[in-house]
């Protein structure tokens, strides 16, 4: 499967605790995004990467959250001390550079996260 | 101020009709793109069409159009013969141009979900 992975699927976490989710994008890809998709919504951009550099991020993106993608491949997504207002489905995207539409992004099968 | 509009939670089409669903937006950068995505209940977003603000015809990706007025602000999908896998949740989402280098996101409206009768 030559698809974005995500990794896990499902987290399930006690309140004020730290959990960590993984995307594996497309491997020629060198754009990487997060989004988040709450109950009833549409995804809601929170960050993006060109290669290592985050070069986007939300007002979403409160300071317990953190994004890395070290080496331009795989990220990570970081919540510190979560809240149950941050359960919701966290997807991930990727896009080639240039592209048919410029800005076709891959999405992930997401990882939703429930806070108890 | 909501950029991108999708005024049907909910539709129901029967199988093997065509359907609409409307998305209305909203964005002063005349420079843009318009998406579709389809999200079945497993959650994954599929891409569906898109549609660039200069394109001079609408696009068309197998049963998949798109009917951009752009006058009116608005870029409809039309579904033709519908079938029981087509029942899922539409998403409508527009990217503004970049600026500094960076590249748009994509900004989503709230979905459409669609259902299929047999």
């Known amino acids: 499967d030559t698809g974005v992975s995500q990794d896990p699927r499902h987290k399930i976490t006690k309140r004020g605790q730290n959990v960590t989710f993984r995307c594996d994008p497309i491997?020629?890809?060198?754009?990487l995004y997060w989004y988040r998709q709450t109950l009833g919504q549409g995804p809601e951009f929170l960050t993006y990467?060109?290669?290592?550099?985050?070069?986007?991020k939300s007002r979403l993106l409160s300071d317990r959250f953190s994004a890395e993608r070290p080496k331009g491949s795989f990220s990570t997504l970081e919540i510190q001390r979560t809240e149950q207002g941050d359960s919701a489905m966290y997807l991930c995207?990727?896009?080639?550079?240039?592209?048919?539409?410029?800005?076709?992004?891959?999405f992930g099968p997401g990882t939703r996260l429930t806070v108890l | 101020a909501q950029k991108i509009t999708q005024t049907q939670p909910g539709m129901f089409v029967q199988e093997k009709e065509a359907v609409t669903l409307d998305c209305t937006y909203d964005?002063?950068?005349?420079?843009?793109?318009l998406f579709w995505y389809k999200q079945p209940s497993s959650g994954e977003m599929i891409f569906l069409i898109y549609?660039?603000?200069?394109?001079?015809q609408n696009a068309t990706e197998g049963r998949y159009s798109l009917n951009f007025q752009k006058a009116r602000k608005s870029a409809n999908l039309v579904i033709s013969a519908s079938q029981l896998g087509d029942s899922a949740m539409y998403f409508c989402?527009?990217?503004?141009?970049?600026?500094?280098?960076?590249?748009?996101?994509?900004?989503f409206g709230k979905g459409t979900k669609l259902s299929v009768k047999p």
């Open positions: 995207a990727s896009s080639p550079r240039g592209g048919r539409t410029n800005n076709e992004q891959f």
């Open positions: 491997s020629e890809h060198n754009r």
């Open positions: 990467f060109q290669n290592e550099a985050q070069l986007e």
């Open positions: 964005t002063s950068d005349p420079s843009y793109g």
């Open positions: 549609q660039g603000s200069y394109d001079q």
């Open positions: 989402a527009m990217r503004e141009a970049s600026y500094g280098g960076s590249q748009g996101n994509l900004i």
